[in-house]
C-alpha cells in the first residue's frame, strides 16, 4: 500500500512568488492536513481537509491556502512568499478525521 | 491556544544507555501520541495512549499517560543508533486544530 506522497520534494522560490505543493494521500483515506515545519516554531497545523471541505483551519495567514479534490488528492498554496516561509511543509492523512495520521516526507520550501 | 512542551530538548547518548523524555499540556487531553522523525522524513507514529495511567510498550519503547491529564513520558530502553530523530509528544486539540505537536526532543548518540 503506497504511503502519503508529496511533490516536490525541494524548490526554491523568491519572495512575492507563489508556489503549490500537492498531496496525494494513503488509498481510502478521506482526510488530509497540512503542518509547516520550522526549527523556531516546530510543527504548526495548516489546515484540514475532508471530503473536499475544509475541516479545520490553524492560525496562518490568508496567505495560505489549500483544497482537497474528488479524489482525495489535496494541493496547498502559498501566495506573495515571504523569507519567513522557508520550512518543510507536511501532508498527512488519515482514514477519518479522528483516525492515527500517517505523514509523508515533506516538501522543503526555501524562498531567497 | 494549548502548548505542549517538552523536555529536555536535545539529549546527547551512548548506545545502549536508557532515554527518558516527558510531554506537558497547559490543558487536560484525552489522548496522547508520540511520533518519531527521522532526518529527512516525516513523523512516524510509535505509541498511543488514551486513558490516564496507561503504560503501554511497544518494543524497546515505554510511555505512560500521566495522572493529572496533562502530561506523558516516553522512555527508551538499550538505545541503538537508529533510534536517533526527533520525538514529538501531540494530542488532539479541543479547538480547530487537527494535533497539537510538542516543541521534539532530539536524541543524539554519541559513539
Known amino acids: 500500500k503506497a504511503g502519503v506522497t508529496q511533490t516536490p520534494r525541494y524548490l526554491i522560490k523568491t519572495r512575492g512568488q507563489q508556489v503549490t505543493l500537492s498531496c496525494s494521500p494513503i488509498?481510502?483515506?478521506?482526510?488530509v492536513s497540512w503542518y509547516q515545519q520550522t526549527p523556531g516554531q516546530g510543527l504548526q497545523f495548516l489546515f484540514e481537509y475532508f471530503s473536499e471541505t475544509q475541516r479545520n483551519k490553524g492560525n496562518f495567514p490568508g496567505r495560505f491556502s489549500g483544497r482537497q479534490f474528488s479524489n482525495s488528492r489535496s494541493e496547498m498554496n502559498v501566495s506573495t512568499l515571504e523569507l519567513g516561509d522557508s520550512a518543510l511543509y507536511l501532508c498527512?492523512?488519515?482514514?477519518?478525521?479522528?483516525?492515527?495520521?500517517?505523514f509523508g516526507e515533506g516538501s522543503r520550501l526555501t524562498v531567497l | 491556544g494549548q502548548q505542549l512542551n517538552q523536555s529536555p530538548q536535545s539529549m546527547f547518548i551512548q548506545e545502549g544507555e536508557d532515554v527518558s523524555m516527558n510531554c506537558t499540556s497547559s490543558?487536560?487531553?484525552?489522548?496522547w501520541l508520540w511520533y518519531k522523525q527521522d532526518p529527512g522524513e516525516g513523523p512516524v507514529l510509535l505509541i498511543a495512549l488514551y486513558k490516564a495511567g496507561e503504560l503501554t510498550s511497544n518494543g524497546r519503547l515505554t510511555a505512560q499517560f500521566g495522572i493529572t491529564r496533562k502530561d506523558s513520558f516516553l522512555n527508551i530502553s538499550a538505545s541503538i543508533p537508529s533510534d536517533v530523530g526527533i520525538y514529538f509528544c501531540a494530542g488532539p486539540n479541543f479547538g480547530n486544530e487537527k494535533l497539537t505537536f510538542g516543541t521534539g526532543t532530539r536524541l543524539t548518540i554519541i559513539p
Open positions: 498527512a492523512s488519515s482514514a477519518d478525521s479522528a483516525g492515527e495520521l500517517f
Open positions: 490543558s487536560i487531553f484525552n489522548t
Open positions: 488509498s481510502g483515506h478521506r482526510s
